[in-house]
């Protein structure tokens, strides 16, 4: 079974600046990793699959990047509506990593 | 525009069963594949089952052997059947369509199963 390892498990950026969440995949996914975005009580929204590709509306600030099994979702001139937790997911197996926690203060 | 909406969630006790229901709408529901995901209060996401458009069916370990995925194409819905519920089963379900690759592109809004003695 695939695990997928996320950091940091928290991360606390300033209005305007610059995050940038990690994903490792225990063995070789290729690209077929998706991000989620998920905020407090509400549904995941899908925001990149194909581990760079922008799902529908989203904003082009939101930019995912890697291949095989290190994966990066950067987040730029972060507003307070990103405040969000962050799940990167193997699609192909369906193996969602543990999350990270993004603070906007 | 693009929907699913799940139903059926509610409390129940250890050994018990229940049926959850998420109805799509706005696209072709038998060209894809729908998946649920389950979140334990305050934990991450959980993958579930997913089922294909044609009815090829996939289980996560925990729930393999108690729980079922069918669909109704002609209904525009999935189902979960969940059997021999346990405590740790808590969650929200998350309904989901799924890109042909296995993407959950669109989410429902989820329905709380709690199993309490």
């Known amino acids: 079974e695939i695990v997928m390892t996320q950091s940091p498990v928290t991360l606390s950026v300033s209005p305007g600046g610059r995050a940038t969440l990690s994903c490792r995949a225990s063995?070789?996914?290729?690209?077929?990793l998706a991000w989620y975005q998920q905020k407090p009580g509400q549904a995941p929204r899908l925001l990149i699959y194909g581990a760079s590709t922008r799902a529908t509306g989203i904003p082009a600030r939101f930019v995912g990047s890697g291949s095989g099994t290190e994966f990066t979702l950067s987040i730029s001139s972060l507003q307070s509506e990103d405040s969000a937790v962050y799940f990167c997911?193997?699609?192909?197996?369906?193996?969602f990593g543990q999350g990270t926690r993004l603070e906007i203060k | 525009e693009v929907q699913v909406l799940e139903s059926g969630g509610g409390l129940v006790q250890p050994g018990e069963s229940l049926r959850l229901s998420c109805a799509a709408s706005?696209?072709?529901?038998?060209?894809?594949?729908m998946s649920w995901v389950r979140q334990a209060p305050g934990k991450g996401l959980d993958w579930v089952s997913a089922i294909t458009g044609s009815g090829v069916r996939y289980y996560a370990e925990s729930v393999k052997g108690r729980f079922t995925t069918s669909r109704d194409n002609s209904r525009n819905t999935v189902y979960l059947q969940m059997d021999s519920l346990r405590v740790d089963d808590t969650a929200i379900y998350y309904c989901a369509k799924e890109t042909p690759d296995g993407v959950a592109a669109v989410w429902g809004q989820g329905t709380l199963v709690t199993v309490s003695s």
């Open positions: 997911q193997q699609f192909k197996g369906w193996h």
């Open positions: 063995q070789s996914i290729s690209t077929n």
């Open positions: 706005g696209f072709t529901f038998s060209n894809y594949p």
